[in-house]
């Protein structure tokens, strides 16, 4: 994205489709996933000079000491969320904005968190351009954002030391929560899955590496 124009050219669909098809060959089996993923320009969502890894299936760096995850693990945790048209899903950690465009491409109706200003003025200004009319607030991730709950699914997209019991709270019966936990140099991808009952069942789904999710404070 350069100057708040948007191209996307028949070279960056083809990268985008090429990138589709080794996130597939990896394991990921959603269509819609796949599809979304397919059709939002990842390069969207970097400085133009960094325009020729915007394809690549590697996290990368973005402004506030954050990155851009990994397609791949964008892809991973999409398909564990289950996401069905017109879900109301709320994403901790806004960042790039670009997941929050997958799951607004997928039909939802997303609510995002971020903590570092910087960011989420940013994709507060870029997502509408771009098309995705994703709420995104700046604030603490750990709190979610109870005015707007309850949620059918949460996305948590740092790495977190425990499963904050605001978010649990905010989900439905019948609801997932995705979130990468631990605080050591990976994490563990876990689902909970809220019961009708309100009991909390969680599955675990392999390592991955992200940011650190901090709470208790919001970064001007």
Avoid: C
Wanted: net charge positive; aromatic share 10%; charged share 25%.
């Amino acid at each position: 994205m350069t100057g708040n124009t948007f191209t996307d050219t028949f070279r960056h669909k083809g990268l985008r489709k090429k990138l589709t098809e080794i996130v597939r060959n990896k394991g990921i089996k959603d269509e819609n996933v796949l599809k979304a993923m397919e059709t939002v320009p990842r390069h969207w969502f970097f400085d133009s000079g960094f325009l020729e890894f915007a394809y690549e299936d590697k996290a990368f760096p973005i402004a506030a000491g954050q990155t851009i995850s990994q397609p791949y693990t964008v892809a991973f945790q999409t398909q564990l969320l289950e996401v069905k048209k017109g879900d109301k899903i709320l994403e901790v950690g806004t960042g790039s904005g670009y997941q929050a465009s997958i799951l607004y491409q997928m039909g939802a109706k997303v609510f995002s968190v971020e903590r570092q200003r910087l960011l989420s003025t940013k994709a507060k200004e870029m997502l509408p351009e771009a098309g995705y009319l994703v709420k995104v607030f700046f604030g603490d991730g750990y709190k979610g954002l109870p005015a707007f709950a309850p949620f059918d699914k949460i996305i948590v997209t740092a790495g977190a030391p425990f499963i904050p019991e605001p978010l649990t709270a905010q989900l439905k019966p019948g609801g997932i929560l995705v979130i990468p936990l631990d605080d050591l140099e990976s994490q563990i991808m876990t689902t909970i899955t809220k019961l009708a009952d309100g009991q909390l069942v969680s599955r675990q789904h392999g390592r991955f590496r992200f940011v650190p999710l901090l709470g208790n404070k919001a970064q001007e």
